[in-house]
């Protein structure tokens, strides 16, 4: 007897392992069938999307943008690729999406800071990191600087600024907001030459400044001489600083 009972042990045990290895999968079999229902739902519709944070974009520009055909599973939504396609439009620097319980979306929109007009046959909004954001036919009420280009060029909106000499004179103005020599005047305009030299326009038209491809030693230069002479740029109607170790300021004519 005993030894039959050794003989029907193993046997048992292979049973009760071949027992829970078919309920497993039968659990796992019902977890994925759930999974799998629940994202069909219509329960799980999206039945509202809210925008904040933008305000040259509509929200209803936003909302396009998604391409969204309702009914939509919330759970089947991709977030990172529906905020790509907003940040395709050129006001939009940064975009997030989250889901927000029970059925609700948040888009979140960082836009872009215009910090200069763009003069190039039309006149556009340009931002911080170059981005041509609109054409505009009248002055914005804020006061921002124009940046010319001094030969024949042509841009559209949503483009990426990429001649380098217009560039150079984006980081110019960049430069010019933080000069100390400037602290109290606006520029009003820059015109970018073909040769790389630019031209400036303080607001007013009380100086116009000749600047070479290396301003920031050429505006210390213009500090060192005006601290000097102790004289402000406003009391010069010209200064040229293109040439090296050299500064030329050339007074107001008299009464003008």
Known sequence: MRRGRKKEYPRRRVWLVAGIMAGVVLLSGGVWWAHGSLRQLSVLEVREIRVRGNVHVETAEV????????????LQLDLEELAGRITMHPWVLSASIQRQPPLSLIITVEERRPVALLSLGKTYLLSADAVILEEVRARPGQALPL???????????????????????????????????LKQTLVEEVTVEADGNYVLRLAGGRAILRIGPDPLAQLHRLSLALGHREERLQSFAYADLRFPGRVILKPPEKGG
């Open 147 to 181: 940046l010319r280009a001094a030969w024949r060029a042509e841009a559209r909106a949503g483009e990426h600024l990429d001649d380098r000499r217009l560039l150079g004179g984006l980081e110019l103005l960049e430069l010019l907001q933080e000069a100390p020599l």
């Open 63 to 74: 909302l396009s943008r998604l391409r969204l055909r309702p009914p939509v599973n919330i």
